[in-house]
């Protein structure tokens, strides 16, 4: 946000938001203003206490779109508990070598195991933290 000040560029998050149906939060990373709210959002987002206002569609052309149902229908028979499968589809569409790199490892075993646990409460320790820096 301060870079955006800065050039003179004016972010209306809360519109932004609106129209994105996603959290926007603006942040300054050298005063770590706004990392409170996206470890908040992100904590609302996993417990499911945050619900999209409003789903965004994409289309996409029908050829990519079954290449994506074929890895993802792979990634299901593979690894049954891995969550949003579409996401990691998308993600070695694209090339991304982490995920490429945890597939040819076998960690999305460890991965999926991870990401099945119940959700951390961020909140009470972020709490936590702010009266230990008073």
Request: without cysteine; proline residues 5%.
């Amino acid at each position: 946000m301060d870079e955006a000040r800065r050039k003179g560029i004016q972010i209306n998050t809360r519109k932004l938001e609106q129209k994105l149906g996603i959290p926007v939060i603006g942040t300054t990373a050298r005063y770590g203003e706004g990392v409170q709210e996206i470890l908040e959002s992100i904590e609302q987002i996993v417990t499911g206490e945050w619900i999209p206002q409003k789903k965004v569609h994409v289309s996409m052309p029908k050829e990519l779109e079954n290449a994506l149902i074929s890895i993802e229908t792979e990634l299901k028979s593979m690894y049954p508990s891995l969550p949003n499968t579409r996401w990691v589809a998308l993600r070695l569409l694209e090339g991304d070598k982490f995920i490429m790199d945890a597939l040819k490892n076998n960690e999305f075993e460890t991965l999926a195991y991870v990401l099945n646990q119940p959700p951390l409460h961020l909140k009470n320790e972020l709490e936590q933290l702010n009266r230990a820096e008073k």
